[in-house]
T-cell receptor, first 113, second 115 residues
Framework: AQSVTQLDSQVPVFEEAPVELRCNYSSSVSVYLFWYVQYPNQGLQLLLKYLSGSTLVKSINGFEAEFNKSQTSFHLRKPSVHISDTAEYFCAVRDSGYSTLTFGKGTMLLVSP | DTGVSQDPRHKITKRGQNVTFRCDPISEHNRLYWYRQTLGQGPEFLTYFQNEAQLEKSRLLSDRFSAERPKGSFSTLEIQRTEQGDSAMYLC?????????????FGPGTRLTVT
């Protein structure tokens, strides 16, 4: 069975500092990987995804994630965070032969001035 | 298109009562998913439909839970004889199954509190 581990439940950072949110997964087959963001009192929004091809994927608001097959990781990074990035971030995996997503427990990113 | 909508947004009920939630997916999407999210956890898959057919159910979906998508459009999730452990956010998502498309679009959720 596939599983997703987000080791950090909370990551506090100062505005304009870099951040990395870690995600590791376990799966025996090829996978698709996703990062979702959840702002307070809102639903999940897709931030970025890896399906195939280039292992580095980027979002429109400055986040990027790199698929590392040998380390089974898909860490999320941003070189300079803003207050508005404060939210909960969920990593999710989908095995290529299945339709459902398996989520990690989430990492709360807290950006302070 | 206004995205995935869910109704109600909040529901408070007493233990033992039945509750029903509704999800309206993005109009052209043929797949609809239900997830449950408890405090401090990520969403957990419950069930999904392709058009009106329920294709998969998680072992989390006890016999007190039933989901329908009668006309392949909106879906309902009913919980009978609610228990305090059913308190959670119930999320609905939809997707369009076409080559290369794997994105699920989520609604705002229905927060259930069982007292």
């Amino acid at each position: 069975a596939q599983s997703v581990t987000q080791l950090d439940s909370q990551v506090p950072v100062f505005e304009e500092a870099p951040v990395e949110l870690r995600c590791n997964y376990s799966s025996s087959v090829s996978v698709y990987l996703f990062w979702y963001v959840q702002y307070p009192n809102q639903g999940l929004q897709l931030l970025l995804k890896y399906l195939s091809g280039s292992t580095l994927v980027k979002s429109i608001n400055g986040f990027e994630a790199e698929f590392n097959k040998s380390q089974t990781s898909f860490h999320l990074r941003k070189p300079s965070v803003h207050i508005s990035d404060t939210a909960e971030y969920f990593c999710a995996v989908r095995d290529s032969g299945y339709s459902t997503l398996t989520f990690g427990k989430g990492t709360m990113l807290l950006v302070s001035p | 298109d206004t995205g995935v909508s869910q109704d109600p947004r909040h529901k408070i009920t007493k233990r033992g009562q039945n509750v029903t939630f509704r999800c309206d997916p993005i109009s052209e999407h043929n797949r609809l998913y239900w997830y449950r999210q408890t405090l401090g956890q990520g969403p957990e898959f419950l069930t999904y439909f392709q058009n009106e057919a329920q294709l998969e159910k998680s072992r989390l979906l006890s016999d007190r839970f039933s989901a329908e998508r009668p006309k392949g459009s909106f879906s309902t999730l009913e919980i009978q004889r609610t228990e305090q452990g059913d308190s959670a956010m119930y999320l609905c998502a939809s997707s369009l199954v076409v080559q290369g498309s794997y994105e699920q679009y989520f609604g705002p959720g229905t927060r259930l509190t069982v007292t």
